[in-house]
Structures are given as C-alpha cells and as structure tokens.
C-alpha cells in the first residue's frame, strides 16, 4: 500500500452514554503496526451528529464525517461513504452501533466493489441474538437466560410486569435497540416503555429482572466457529442507564466456556458482547430457567451485542488489542487466538471537559465534514 492505512470507526460520542467509538480509536493508536511504518494508520470518524466528543479530543481522528441516520436508508448511507471515500480514501470500516449494523451489512458487496472491508456478523446471525429473540435463540443453544415478552402496545405492560413480578424484584423495560431501565412497579414499567416508545418505538422488551453481579464478556469470532480472542470483565459501578462506570477483568473457565459455546454454535464472524447476571444467594426473579434455582449461582444470559462495548480499550491494555485485530481480519490476514490477558486490571470513567475552536463544530454543521490533522 502506497498511502496510510485509513480505518473508518463509528459512534464517537463519550459522553454520559459513551459509544465504542473512542475506545476503539484509542486502542488502534497504541496498536503496534498500526501508527508505524508502513501503516501509518489514519482514522476517520463517522459521525451522526456534530456534537460527538471523541471528535474534538484533540489525539483520536484524522478526520471526520458526518453520515446520514441509518433511518434515511441504505442508498443514503452507500452516497455518503462513496463521497467520502473520494475525498479520503478508506481501507477498513468499523461500525460499532447495533442500529447501522443492518445497513453496512447489506452494503458489503457495494463496499467491497470500493475497495472497503469490514469484518462482520451475516444479516442471520444479526436477527438471531435480537433483543426480541434473546429467550428463544439461548435456549436453543443452551445457555440459560431470563424469561422475557416482547410487548406491541402500552396497554399490555402493566400484564408482562405483573407476570414477572411475582419475587418482587421488579422487571427490565427494553427497546429493541436500545434503552434499559428497570421497573420496580408497574408504573414505572409504562413509564419506562412510553420514554422508549417515542424515542425508538414499539415494541418494547419486558424482561425478568435476575438479582446478582454483572459481567461482560468481548470477544471475537472468526466466522467459522473460532474465537480469537475473548476479555471478561465484573462490573464494579454502574450508570442510572445501567452501562458499566467501572470494571475489573477476571477470568472464569464457566464464563469463557458459554462465550466459546456461542460462537461455536453460530459461527460468529466479528466483534461481539454478551452481557450475563450472576444469580446470587439473594434470589432471582422466579421461573429465569426450565428447572433452575432462585439464587443458583449461575450465569444467566442478558444481552448480547454485536459489536465492541464502551470499555473495549481495556482489553487492549491487558493484552489483547481485539479492535486491531478486527481491522486485520478484515484486511485478509490470518490471525493467531489470544493465548490469554491479565486479570486483576480494572478501569473507572473519568469525566473532563473538551476545549475546542467553535470553528471545528460550525465546519462540522454546515459542511459535514472536518480535516483535523
């Protein structure tokens, strides 16, 4: 290659709610290989809005773009990339929000044509871990998870709370995409779904709140059943939103063991993230699994995401830098799987304010577009 390796990287907000963003450009700088001869890596930021902060962070972008709403449809998406593409030419595109995957995945083919990569989970695998879906697709592969409704109408969850409530623990409220609150009455929950309601719409997820300590486990996958490499963590403080505000890495063969059960079982291709509770001697919620126990111990599915959580640059400091390896797979190269990281490593967010020119922000709204170094 005759010019910088140029990745594309989107949602760069790292606000209250930070997107992965600018985790994931942080770990491709410290990258070996990536900002050195003959990379030279460049990054590009894809954004949805012109107030995203990773843009004004002073070290993470080259440049940056503002794209249309994954709302606006794919040829508007396809129109877009090909402009900026033009303009700076891109090797590697890394979406990291669960509402444009569908977009980028059906823009593969036309990408590619570009000379664009990506490394990415197929339209099959995508519909199969939905929220929606979550019950049903973890019990087929055996992993045990909450009961959940998938509720069409406001009238109707006052009923799936009820149903859910029967410990008293309350129940999760969902959107399909986004959003989580838990709902300790069934006031709440129609509170909690009319907020999702107008900010993404219905339907909206009840799902059966497991009482216990939460853990994430990132990983990706090669696409043939393989995984590459895989990072857990034990969340030690968490948002209003419930996102994870700080975090130790651990290592646990039972959780590593359903992480590679998944990917076995679907091949999973790309980054991913599966979010777990384990139940504690407290209780849970009643009926989480067929023939399981309040407070059994075990880990109980929740989530899973197809792509890098916000604290991604974690796994890069403890010894596996997967982002890198993403845009490496994506390029055709063959990759090694981690042999291991190191527990024991913990991160807490830390809240600064970003000075910046007014200049950069009004470049970034009238033209869309910004050329930062």
């Given at each position: 290659m005759n010019r910088p390796l140029t990745v594309a990287v989107s949602g760069m907000n790292a606000g209250e709610s930070p997107q992965p963003g600018p985790a994931i450009a942080r770990s491709l700088r410290e990258a070996p290989g990536f900002t050195e001869a003959p990379c030279h890596g460049r990054i590009v930021g894809l954004l949805y809005d012109a107030m995203e902060s990773g843009v004004y962070s002073g070290d993470l972008l080259d440049a940056a773009y503002v794209v249309p709403y994954p709302s606006s449809g794919s040829?508007?998406?396809?129109?877009?990339?090909?402009?900026?593409?033009?303009?700076?030419?891109?090797?590697?595109?890394?979406?990291?929000?669960?509402?444009?995957?569908?977009?980028?995945?059906?823009?593969?083919?036309?990408?590619r044509e570009l000379g664009i990569r990506m490394f990415l989970p197929?339209?099959?695998?995508l519909d199969a871990r939905s929220k929606s879906r979550l019950a049903d697709f973890a019990r087929k592969i055996g992993i045990d998870s909450p009961r959940q409704k998938l509720v069409s109408s406001l009238d109707l969850v006052p009923s799936a709370f009820a149903e859910f409530n029967t410990r008293g623990a309350g129940a999760m409220v969902k959107g399909v995409f986004y959003e989580a609150a838990h709902a300790a009455t069934s006031a709440d929950a129609v509170k909690i779904a009319a907020k999702i309601a107008v900010k993404w719409g219905m339907p909206v997820i009840l799902q059966e709140k497991i009482l216990g300590e939460e853990y994430d486990l990132a990983m990706v996958g090669d696409g043939e059943g393989g995984m590459i490499g895989a990072v857990a963590i034990k969340k030690m403080a968490l948002t209003e939103k419930g996102k994870a505000f700080g975090g130790m890495t651990i290592s646990d063969k039972e959780l590593f063991a359903i992480g590679r059960k998944f990917i076995e079982?679907?091949?999973?291709?790309?980054?991913?993230?599966?979010?777990?509770?384990?139940?504690?001697?407290?209780?849970?919620?009643?009926?989480?699994?067929?023939?399981?126990?309040?407070?059994d111990n075990k880990y109980y599915l929740i989530e899973i995401n197809p792509?890098?959580?916000?604290?991604?640059?974690?796994?890069?400091?403890?010894?596996?830098?997967?982002?890198?390896?993403?845009?490496?797979?994506?390029?055709?190269?063959?990759?090694?799987?981690?042999?291991?990281?190191?527990?024991?490593?913990?991160?807490?967010?830390h809240a600064v304010d970003i000075v910046a020119d007014l200049a950069m922000l009004e470049r970034l709204t009238m033209e869309g577009e910004l050329q930062i170094r």
């Open positions: 040829d508007a998406l396809a129109a877009r990339i090909e402009h900026i593409h033009a303009r700076h030419p891109i090797d590697v595109i890394l979406p990291t929000l669960d509402a444009e995957l569908p977009a980028y995945i059906r823009l593969t083919p036309f990408l197929t339209e099959e695998q079982r679907t091949k999973w291709r790309g980054p991913l993230e599966m979010e777990f509770v384990k139940a504690t001697g407290n209780g849970a919620a009643s009926g989480v699994a067929a023939g399981s126990a309040a407070g792509r890098f959580p916000a604290w991604i640059y974690l796994a890069s400091q403890v010894g596996q830098n997967l982002p890198w390896a993403v845009v490496r797979m994506a390029l055709g190269e063959e990759i090694d799987e981690f042999a291991t990281y190191e527990p024991g490593r913990f991160f807490v967010r």
